[in-house]
């Protein structure tokens, strides 16, 4: 049985940007079809940490960081639940002196951004967050991050996408992209032949084939980062927690149980899937009860890991394809874009509509790996301890 | 052969067993690793310590069965490797994560035998979490195990043989057993005719147990629906509806099983493919009549791959042990390995009969009332379910889990992954089959994080 | 109220332990579970609407019946010998 249909835009990728963007696109009067390999926020965009945070991203991220900061407590009204966002405050932590001069250095750089970022003490850090135990010597307070459920976010952009009336198709993997005419001609699993004018390539970890096949290769590696969830604890954690320099990074939900993520995970005999190594989920574990004293009696219930894509310089690719009219590109996040995510979306819509947008993504283009696109190596990807950065 | 690591077997039942004395028969060195502190898997678990009751008053007909195995495993001590009271929480890569007494070993295998056993099926009815509501299963370890009887009013409820055992072992152990309340109609009863050339001895024992609990005084409801436990704190009553008359009986215990669901976790970890099974309304395990999974050297015996008994889990386990020795070009007895699976099969078609004397009330879950916890856990209720279903569309059991928390607590969905699976497949108008299959997630059971993690002994090996 | 009732057993030795900080006796056999139980009709109060539970399967695998020792040590009651000068507590909803 074969299906055709017509759209204004067809977009690659059910993730968090997918859906977001599809969302976005649909309140702008356009028609779309968002497609899935799978199922919507099943990936990295409903498997990941839930961090919201803009504290610690790379200065030329924080415009669109400050986009997304404006949507999250508008969940609720925008795709009818919150996603269990929390502001809690995103508390950075130093373990050194060097780490602590890193984040002094860091507060200063973002001074201009709005983040109004706090430094906190050794004695301040004993004071207001006595939780947390010895070997800290300061920390980078951010009041307005927060986090959020990851599973609920995803999940809720693309059945909201739904609702307003975008062609949601899962299980649907699109086999091929060309230019046909003054558009796109797609075809996806089961006999599907789909028309659009627009493309946008939102397919995460998977995006790389379909921008290689418009000719613009990018070094898209995979990273696998890995999560530990405890049992329902007291209320003890009152903020998000990173780390600097790496190391864990650890939440609270309101229900109780406590997230916790560290290591890198490794890909399953099928490379989409991904679990925590034994030995990786203990690494988390034990450095968990070690900063914690509250969770040193707390069992571990649940690891996960998911697969995010990577790019070499840990900044995304989003904008207009170099090579062809008509696609947009918005993949690569390396385990930064939960939190931004949501003002991808809009930026990405706002580019179908006007081409162009005015916050600033030319940081992001794919025109930046012109030169180095023709080498083999698919990149190494992110260091292997460093905190995610959503 | 000689540097290749030793076989691995994930449970210490009838299964677990049987493959580790034949694979020591065939000079192979075996480690056996199971939750509990001795041998034997739930059928046929031992006490802590030593009481007044014979093995008799323990297992009834079962006995020798049960003395055999715990003496045959006894046998093997120092011709195998035996890790009681540990955990295999983790599998990857041909490799175990095992946690004996607060550290982890990570322990490289060549073969491994999962022989993981069952656990109580059960659904969800109002009043399921009250202090007294015990699985089947339950309430008899506290019999046999712990020599304690769940109340002193007690009711049994459900579907299953083991319905009927356990009352009679609490009736014969001097516990007031008030009611048996069966889900199935007494007509589904006749199917076990068709089961008597095949195991005349089970069904008549069976008939025996009933018709002794009836001379008991013991009330046998049959086809009882919309049951609820009543009380706020304590169990007051049980009410069912029965031939459209409503009924209620005081009680202050209850327990409760519809047949057993197979653990399925490690093989799951271990990578193996599943497939629905009609019969079992679960996916479980492939595996040939052999026990060979779809991984190479994995192999899978006994219940968890689907319910079939402890008789069959012996003959299983065996037969797995030498499919694992035929594997690795080692002597095996073909003659053997033959008459076992013509036991297995013939087990195989009483299975069907009792399946069909013992129906699974999958409607209930139809007819569930939004207020009643699905998901003891994380306390969840069927209408949450119903509402996250909605609310984010989902049609497959993995988003539903991820959207409502369901088979995300501390069990991991065994307790309400049967029923979620069914919500689901109702709520959405999908065959059960359509629904999929919670994923397994190590930890198996949870773990502390203060875990430790044994100093690598591999490389010697 | 005790929730078990004991059938045999009663005349082993006898294991002290503390109950929300009174002194029980167990008996030589006990798990924890039937510890607690065959003096009291709870083992713990649920998380989230902290409603009394007794565990369910009483072979470990729905992990109903975890427990809180007043040092904070966690154990799953059905599958844990009981030991002398366990302290034990009923009333607490949560781990901390």
């Known amino acids: ?390 | 052969m000689s540097e290749r690591p030793q076989p691995l077997i994930v449970g210490a039942g009838p299964a677990g067993i049987r493959a580790a004395e034949a694979l020591v028969a065939a000079g192979l060195r075996p480690l056996v690793v199971d939750e509990a502190p001795a041998c034997g898997g739930q059928i046929y678990r031992q006490r802590l310590v030593p009481d007044r009751r014979s093995t008799r008053d323990l297992y009834g007909p079962e006995a020798p069965k049960a003395e055999a195995l715990h003496r045959d495993f006894a046998a093997l001590d120092g011709k195998l490797d035996y890790w009681p009271q540990a955990l295999l929480w983790n599998l990857r890569d041909g490799r175990a994560d095992i946690m004996v007494e607060g550290t982890s070993r990570q322990v490289a295998y060549d073969g491994l035998v999962l022989a993981t056993g069952a656990t109580d099926r059960t659904l969800p009815i109002p009043g399921w979490t009250l202090p007294g509501v015990f699985t089947l299963g339950g309430a008899q370890i506290a019999l046999k195990s712990q020599g304690c009887a769940i109340g002193s009013e007690i009711v049994f409820l459900g579907s299953g043989p083991l319905l009927y055992l356990v009352a009679w072992q609490y009736m014969k152990a001097g516990a007031k057993v008030a009611a048996v309340l069966d889900t199935a109609p007494f007509t589904a009863k006749f199917n076990l005719l068709r089961g008597l050339p095949l195991f005349p001895g089970i069904v008549l024992r069976g008939m025996r147990m009933t018709a002794e609990l009836k001379l008991g005084g013991v009330g046998l409801h049959y086809g009882v629906a919309d049951v609820r436990i009543e009380g706020k704190n304590a169990i007051e009553a049980i009410a069912w509806r029965q031939d459209g008359m409503e009924h209620r009986l005081a009680c202050d215990g209850v327990g409760y099983g519809l047949a057993l669901r197979s653990e399925t976790q490690a093989a799951d970890l271990a990578g193996c493919r599943f497939a629905f099974n009609q019969r079992d309304r679960a996916a479980l395990p492939e595996r040939d009549a052999a026990g060979r999974t779809s991984v190479p050297g994995v192999y899978i015996a006994g219940d968890g791959a689907g319910i079939a008994g402890a008789d069959a889990a012996e003959r299983a386990g065996e037969r797995a042990a030498l499919a694992l020795l035929q594997d690795r070009g080692l002597p095996h007895d073909a003659t053997r390995a033959a008459a076992l699976e013509a036991e297995l099969a013939r087990i195989g078609r009483f299975r069907e009969v009792l399946e069909a004397a013992f129906p699974f009330p999958a409607h209930w879950m139809r007819d569930i009332a939004d207020s009643t916890t699905l998901c003891r856990c994380e306390e969840i209720t069927a209408g949450e379910v119903r509402s996250a279903i909605g609310q984010f569309g989902v049609h497959e059991l993995n988003r539903l889990k991820a959207v409502s928390r369901v088979g995300m607590g501390r069990c991991q969905g065994r307790i309400c992954g049967a029923a979620a699976a069914e919500l689901l497949a109702h709520e959405t108008h999908r065959g059960i089959e359509a629904v999929g299959r919670l994923r397994g997630q190590a930890p198996v059971k949870p773990v502390p994080l203060t875990l430790a993690l044994a100093a690598q002994q591999e490389a010697a090996e | ?96």
Not at chain 1, 208 to 232: D, K, N
Not at chain 1, 334 to 342: E, S, Y
Not at chain 1, 354 to 364: K, L, M, R, V
Not at chain 3, 86 to 95: D, G, K, P, Q, S
Request: hydrophobic residues 40%.
């Open chain 3, 1 to 96: 109220m005790a929730l078990l009732r004991r059938l045999v057993r009663a005349d082993h030795p006898a294991i002290p332990f503390t109950l929300d900080g009174e002194p029980c006796e167990g008996r030589a056999g006990d798990t924890v579970l039937t510890a607690i139980l065959t003096q009291a009709e709870r083992l713990r109060l649920s998380e989230f609407s902290a409603s009394p539970r007794a565990g369910f399967c009483q072979m470990g695998a729905c992990q109903d019946c975890w427990i809180v020792l007043e040092s904070g040590e966690r154990l799953r009651a059905c599958s844990t010998a009981l030991s002398p000068g366990m302290r034990i507590l009923t009333r607490r909803a949560r781990a901390a």
């Open chain 1, 1 to 390: 049985m074969s299906r055709r249909l017509s759209v204004d835009v067809a977009i690659i990728g059910g993730g968090l940007v997918g859906s977001s963007a599809a969302l976005a696109l649909r309140g702008m009067g356009f028609s779309v079809a968002l497609l899935d390999k799978g199922f919507c926020g099943a990936q990295a965009s409903g498997v990941n940490y839930g961090g919201v945070r803009r504290q610690g991203r790379p200065v030329e991220q924080l415009p669109l960081s400050q986009r997304a900061h404006a949507v999250w407590p508008r969940l609720k009204a925008l795709i009818g639940v919150d996603g269990e966002f929390l502001r809690s405050g995103h508390l950075k932590l130093a373990r050194n002196e060097a780490d602590m001069a890193s984040l002094e250095a860091y507060a200063q750089a973002v001074a201009e951004q709005g983040l109004d970022l706090e430094l906190i003490g050794h004695n301040g850090l004993r004071e207001r967050f006595g939780w947390i135990g010895d070997g800290v010597v300061g920390a980078s307070f951010c009041a307005g991050d927060g986090h959020a459920n990851p599973r609920l976010v995803a999940t809720g952009f693309a059945a909201a996408a739904r609702r307003a009336g975008v062609e949601v198709l899962e299980n649907t993997a699109v086999d091929g992209v060309t230019r046909d005419g003054d558009g796109f001609a797609l075809e996806a699993a089961g006999n599907l032949s789909l028309r659009a004018r627009f493309v946008i390539n939102s397919a995460g970890a998977w995006a790389g084939p379909f921008a290689e096949s418009f000719g613009e290769p990018v070094p898209l590696s995979r990273i696998y980062p890995s999560m530990v969830v405890t049992e329902p604890m007291e209320q003890v954690m009152t903020v998000n927690i990173g780390m600097e320099g790496g190391g864990i990074y650890a939440r609270q939900v309101e229900r109780g149980n406590v997230v916790v993520g560290g290591e890198r995970a490794l890909p399953l005999a099928d490379a989409d899937f991904s679990r925590p190594r034994g030995d990786g989920a203990i690494a988390i574990m034990n450095n968990a009860a070690a900063l914690f004293p509250a969770l040193r009696h707390a069992q571990a219930i649940r690891f996960w890991s998911g697969t995010e894509g990577a790019m070499p310089d840990r900044n995304p690719v989003i904008g207009p394809s170099g090579t062809t009219p008509g696609l947009i590109h918005a993949f690569g996040f390396t385990g930064a874009g939960f939190q931004i995510a949501p003002g991808v979306g809009e930026v990405l819509a706002e580019l179908v509509r006007d081409g162009e947008t005015q916050t600033p993504i030319e940081a992001f283009s794919i025109g930046r790996f012109r030169e180095t696109s023709a080498r083999t190596d698919a990149g190494s990807g992110a260091g292997q301890n460093q905190e995610p950065q959503h």
